[in-house]
């Protein structure tokens, strides 16, 4: 499981908050306005555009009130239908990147920029002689071959969570029985959100309210790539020599020198304190909350995300949170509150109850496991229930909270957006969804009459980027149907051969969750950017509804979690597609292959690592490079909430991980009425309860001592920056951000498998003081429990 992350893209832009300086070209009929460069491409001179917005200003700077603004004025809504996706570059590099985004974490960004650095190889470097050489570069490389690429390369980095869920059951439940069937539930749970969300593209996907915020930077470094050649000459030499630099450095702190992964000044002072290590220290997992220690290694710093990227808002709210989540978690474990001192500071391990246990003794939950894998009530009563760290309980209160808080915070301060997003859901859309006609998916072509162009033309709800494409054949809804059917049917034989215990209604059941989630999430996340992780609201509905099946837990959860995830993200790239007018049919091919593509590897790779480095994920800290977390995390969720009755229900020992969904709702209350009662003060409209909640159970897990440099780093970037130099932000933010990434992610990719184990043998560098092998790298005090 990722560390749980909000990205609130929506607020990039604020209210209160005028960007300044940013050009924008507008789309008034076929011309174009002031401060544009050769065909309408982004203006990066030294004049900055000047802007007269509709009240008359006329003050230098761009007003861009709204998300709305920056899709019609940013992105160019014209078309060039000459511009063809289908070749063989776009297969080529796509599948290629594919390969790399489905092994390792990638940003978007970095994909987009080397499949236009390898797509403007080829244009150059492959002769165009003969049927063959035009076939193997038919001339320059365009955007829409770009786009293709970084689509098919996206479906394919989507982490698949039933990885976790086949390791899981590999490592704590004596294996699964058939890799074949272990394989098509990694393939059907990636496809059936997909399906899903493609048949509800009318809803979530066409309308001009579904905005998805996020695929903006992608969209304008596209049409800054390829619109504007000459200008990005010194721009991408910036990035290539900001790439080598990062490539060769990540070797220093990943292998060489591990120190600096986490740098602590109080550790190095006092190596003898285990409260100075759970306070200070976070080179290692599950070591401690990392306060002040600084890292040089941007692999972690940027490990879920570039600091770069995140909006100033959710920053701050994101700041706020982790700083209260060293403050809650130090007053729990020493408070002593669920026993906390009797375990790890840090830890996603079950423990045993028994009040005359071993210290650090790990549950053994072999002890209350039926044959078929389902917990036996009696084997429980006789051996306990377990207990959980109490950091880790800290996490599942303020992660709940958040989830309710969330839909209070979005009625009370986004209701006209929210009320906009749901208006499809009327008697007209329920109408047509009961009439037996409509059923026939089969026999759409995709072809549409003059009348209906003409209609979709005329919608003022309709994006006018996709009034653009009406021209172009829609990908029929035959074709997500069968991807949707195809892999139900697929996961419903797998997970009786993979001896899931998840019944056959409950699959049906989780599907019903799956249509919830994306209709609301979906809507919400398209107009707002804010992505929730609702991975524990699954598991507490698996929980009441499949008892003492924590194997149930696991399935339930990455066919309604991981599924609605790869739904939006399918949506996502859809209107990214949309912006730069792919063909829709083109769209669906790229996605699916990388869909499947990713799938398959994402399968090969977690075996690899289970296969080699099984003692190291079975270890409650793990090591630098390899820990088990993620997967230890998902199997204690399983077995707690498979028990909870008798651990989680009003008077059972974790009460408050239930009574947190009802402190959720009220929490945001407070901070709505103070705005309404002191309108003046910002404060009180900038905070989002929702993150903050989130973010107070953020330090639960992995390597924490890159948190604080990241905020200093965003803090940079989006403030600084953003506020008092704006054309330099403009033109190397994110270019640099990618630049960081893609060096980093490189060597990382590289040292996995030549040094580190994951091609089966490691080759650990020779102790030294930068590189402590006996304890914790950065010095704090070691437990040898946590190893």
Same mark, same amino acid.
């Given at each position: 499981?990722?560390?749980?992350?909000?990205?609130?893209?929506?607020?990039?832009?604020? $209210?209160?908050?005028?960007?300044?300086?940013?050009?924008?070209?507008?789309?008034?009929?076929?011309?174009?306005?002031?401060?544009?460069?050769?065909?309408?491409?982004?203006?990066?001179?030294?004049?900055?555009?000047?802007?007269?917005?509709?009240?008359?200003?006329?003050?230098?700077?761009?007003?861009?009130?709204?998300?709305?603004? @920056?899709?019609?004025?940013?992105?160019?809504?014209?078309?060039?239908?000459?511009?063809?996706?289908?070749?063989?570059?776009?297969?080529?590099?796509?599948?290629?990147?594919?390969?790399?985004?489905?092994?390792?974490?990638?940003?978007?960004?970095?994909?987009?920029?080397?499949?236009?650095?390898?797509?403007?190889?080829?244009?150059?470097?492959?002769?165009?002689?003969?049927?063959?050489?035009?076939?193997?570069?038919?001339?320059?490389?365009?955007?829409?071959?770009?786009?293709?690429?970084?689509?098919?390369?996206?479906?394919?980095?989507?982490?698949?969570?039933?990885?976790?869920?086949?390791?899981?059951?590999?490592?704590?439940?004596?294996?699964?029985?058939?890799?074949?069937?272990?394989?098509?539930?990694?393939?059907?749970?990636?496809?059936?959100? #997909?399906?899903?969300?493609?048949?509800?593209?009318?809803?979530?996907?066409?309308?001009?309210?579904?905005?998805?915020?996020?695929?903006?930077? +992608?969209?304008?470094?596209?049409?800054?790539?390829?619109?504007?050649?000459?200008?990005?000459? !010194?721009?991408?030499?910036?990035?290539?020599?900001?790439?080598?630099?990062?490539?060769?450095?990540?070797?220093?702190?990943?292998?060489?020198?591990?120190?600096?992964?986490?740098?602590?000044?109080?550790?190095?002072?006092?190596?003898?304190?285990?409260?100075?290590?759970?306070?200070?220290?976070?080179?290692?997992?599950?070591?401690?909350?990392?306060?002040?220690?600084?890292?040089?290694?941007?692999?972690?710093?940027?490990?879920?995300?570039?600091?770069?990227? &995140?909006?100033?808002?959710?920053?701050?709210?994101?700041?706020?949170?982790?700083?209260?989540?060293?403050?809650?978690?130090?007053?729990?474990?020493?408070?002593?509150?669920?026993?906390?001192?009797?375990? $790890?500071? @840090?830890?996603? *391990?079950?423990?045993?109850?028994?009040?005359?246990?071993?210290?650090?003794?790990?549950?053994?939950?072999?002890?209350?496991?039926?044959?078929?894998?389902?917990?036996?009530?009696?084997?429980?009563?006789?051996?306990?229930? $377990?207990?959980?760290?109490?950091?880790?309980?800290?996490?599942?209160?303020?992660?709940?909270?958040?989830?309710?808080?969330?839909?209070?915070?979005?009625? @009370?301060?986004?209701?006209?957006?929210?009320?906009?997003?749901?208006?499809?859901?009327?008697?007209?859309?329920? !109408?047509?969804?009961?009439?037996?006609?409509? #059923?026939?998916?089969?026999?759409?072509?995709?072809?549409?009459?003059?009348?209906?162009?003409?209609?979709?033309?005329?919608?003022?709800?309709?994006?006018?980027?996709?009034?653009?494409?009406?021209?172009?054949?829609?990908?029929?809804?035959?074709?997500?149907?069968?991807?949707?059917?195809?892999?139900?049917?697929?996961?419903?034989?797998?997970?009786?051969?993979?001896?899931?215990?998840?019944?056959?209604?409950?699959?049906?059941?989780?599907?019903?969750?799956?249509?919830?989630?994306?209709?609301?999430?979906?809507?919400?996340?398209?107009?707002?950017?804010? *992505?929730?992780?609702?991975?524990?609201?699954?598991?507490?509905?698996?929980?009441?509804?499949?008892?003492?099946?924590?194997?149930?837990?696991?399935?339930?959860?990455?066919?309604?979690?991981?599924?609605?995830?790869?739904? *939006?993200?399918?949506?996502?790239?859809?209107?990214?597609?949309?912006?730069?007018?792919?063909?829709?049919?083109?769209?669906?091919?790229?996605?699916?292959?990388?869909?499947?593509?990713?799938?398959?590897?994402?399968?090969?790779?977690?075996?690899?690592?289970?296969?080699?480095?099984?003692?190291?994920?079975?270890?409650?800290?793990?090591?630098?490079?390899?820990?088990?977390?993620? +997967?230890?995390?998902?199997?204690?969720?399983?077995?707690?909430?498979?028990?909870?009755?008798?651990?989680?229900?009003?008077?059972?020992? #974790?009460?408050?991980?239930?009574?947190?969904?009802?402190?959720?709702?009220?929490?945001?209350?407070?901070?709505?009425?103070?705005?309404?009662?002191?309108?003046?003060?910002?404060?009180?409209?900038?905070?989002?309860?929702?993150? +903050?909640?989130?973010?107070?159970?953020?330090?639960?897990?992995?390597?924490?001592?890159?948190?604080?440099?990241?905020?200093?780093?965003?803090?940079?970037?989006?403030?600084? @920056?953003?506020?008092?130099? $704006? *054309?330099?932000?403009?033109?190397?933010?994110? &270019?640099?951000?990618?630049?960081?990434?893609?060096?980093?992610?490189?060597?990382?990719?590289?040292?996995?498998?030549?040094?580190?184990?994951?091609?089966?043998?490691?080759?650990?560098?020779?102790?030294?003081?930068?590189?402590?092998?006996?304890?914790?790298?950065?010095?704090?005090?070691?437990?040898?429990?946590?190893?």
């Amino acid at each position: 499981m990722e560390r749980p992350t909000f990205t609130h893209e929506g607020d990039d832009v604020l $209210p209160d908050e005028k960007v300044a300086a940013t050009p924008v070209r507008t789309n008034s009929g076929s011309k174009e306005k002031e401060g544009l460069g050769e065909k309408g491409a982004l203006d990066y001179s030294n004049e900055l555009p000047h802007y007269h917005d509709e009240e008359g200003r006329d003050d230098g700077q761009i007003h861009l009130d709204t998300a709305e603004d @920056l899709v019609t004025q940013i992105i160019h809504v014209d078309d060039d239908p000459t511009l063809n996706p289908w070749t063989f570059r776009t297969f080529f590099i796509g599948l290629g990147l594919s390969c790399f985004g489905s092994i390792i974490y990638v940003s978007i960004m970095f994909l987009t920029l080397i499949a236009y650095a390898a797509g403007e190889l080829m244009a150059y470097g492959i002769p165009r002689w003969g049927l063959i050489g035009r076939f193997l570069n038919p001339g320059p490389f365009n955007m829409k071959e770009h786009a293709a690429i970084v689509i098919m390369a996206s479906a394919a980095s989507v982490s698949a969570t039933s990885t976790l869920a086949i390791a899981a059951q590999r490592m704590y439940y004596g294996g699964y029985p058939n890799k074949g069937a272990a394989i098509f539930v990694t393939i059907s749970s990636q496809l059936v959100g #997909y399906g899903l969300a493609g048949m509800m593209r009318g809803t979530l996907l066409w309308p001009t309210k579904m905005l998805y915020p996020a695929n903006l930077p +992608i969209t304008t470094v596209l049409e800054t790539l390829h619109k504007d050649r000459a200008g990005n000459q !010194k721009r991408m030499k910036v990035f290539w020599i900001i790439f080598a630099c990062l490539f060769f450095w990540t070797i220093v702190p990943e292998y060489i020198f591990p120190l600096l992964i986490g740098v602590s000044i109080f550790c190095l002072a006092d190596q003898h304190s285990l409260v100075f290590t759970n306070l200070f220290g976070g080179a290692m997992g599950n070591e401690g909350t990392g306060l002040l220690s600084i890292c040089l290694d941007w692999n972690y710093i940027a490990g879920f995300g570039s600091p770069l990227w &995140l909006p100033l808002q959710t920053l701050t709210n994101s700041l706020i949170g982790t700083i209260g989540c060293v403050i809650i978690y130090m007053g729990i474990y020493y408070h002593n509150t669920w026993r906390a001192m009797d375990f $790890p500071f @840090l830890s996603q *391990q079950l423990y045993n109850s028994d009040s005359n246990f071993t210290f650090y003794d790990i549950y053994n939950q072999t002890l209350i496991l039926n044959p078929d894998q389902t917990i036996n009530d009696t084997l429980v009563d006789t051996n306990g229930i $377990p207990w959980l760290a109490g950091t880790y309980v800290v996490s599942l209160i303020t992660n709940n909270a958040g989830f309710t808080a969330n839909f209070v915070h979005m009625f @009370l301060w986004n209701y006209l957006d929210i009320k906009a997003g749901w208006s499809f859901f009327n008697l007209a859309t329920l !109408k047509s969804a009961l009439t037996p006609s409509n #059923y026939f998916f089969w026999k759409d072509t995709g072809k549409r009459t003059e009348e209906e162009k003409e209609a979709l033309k005329d919608n003022p709800d309709i994006d006018p980027h996709y009034k653009a494409m009406v021209s172009y054949d829609e990908a029929p809804d035959s074709w997500y149907f069968y991807a949707f059917a195809a892999s139900f049917i697929c996961a419903m034989v797998s997970l009786y051969v993979l001896n899931s215990t998840l019944p056959w209604w409950g699959l049906i059941f989780a599907m019903i969750v799956l249509w919830i989630y994306m209709l609301f999430f979906g809507a919400q996340y398209a107009i707002t950017g804010f *992505q929730f992780n609702l991975q524990s609201v699954s598991q507490t509905m698996a929980g009441y509804c499949f008892p003492r099946a924590p194997l149930a837990n696991m399935y339930f959860v990455i066919y309604t979690f991981n599924a609605v995830q790869q739904g *939006q993200y399918l949506l996502r790239d859809l209107k990214l597609a949309q912006q730069v007018k792919l063909s829709p049919k083109a769209t669906f091919t790229t996605q699916m292959l990388g869909c499947i593509f990713g799938a398959i590897l994402n399968f090969i790779m977690m075996e690899s690592i289970v296969t080699n480095q099984l003692p190291t994920l079975l270890s409650i800290e793990g090591t630098s490079i390899w820990s088990g977390v993620n +997967i230890q995390s998902l199997n204690s969720a399983a077995i707690t909430w498979a028990m909870a009755p008798k651990l989680f229900s009003i008077g059972a020992r #974790y009460q408050w991980v239930s009574i947190s969904y009802f402190i959720g709702f009220l929490v945001p209350l407070p901070f709505y009425f103070m705005n309404k009662f002191f309108p003046q003060q910002k404060i009180w409209s900038y905070l989002n309860l929702s993150i +903050i909640l989130w973010y107070f159970g953020y330090l639960v897990v992995g390597i924490n001592s890159s948190v604080w440099i990241y905020f200093v780093i965003g803090y940079f970037g989006q403030f600084y @920056l953003r506020k008092y130099r $704006p *054309q330099q932000f403009i033109k190397w933010n994110y &270019l640099v951000s990618a630049a960081l990434d893609g060096g980093t992610q490189v060597m990382v990719f590289i040292l996995s498998f030549a040094v580190a184990g994951a091609s089966g043998v490691d080759h650990p560098f020779p102790a030294w003081w930068g590189n402590y092998v006996n304890g914790n790298v950065d010095y704090c005090m070691y437990n040898p429990a946590n190893g």
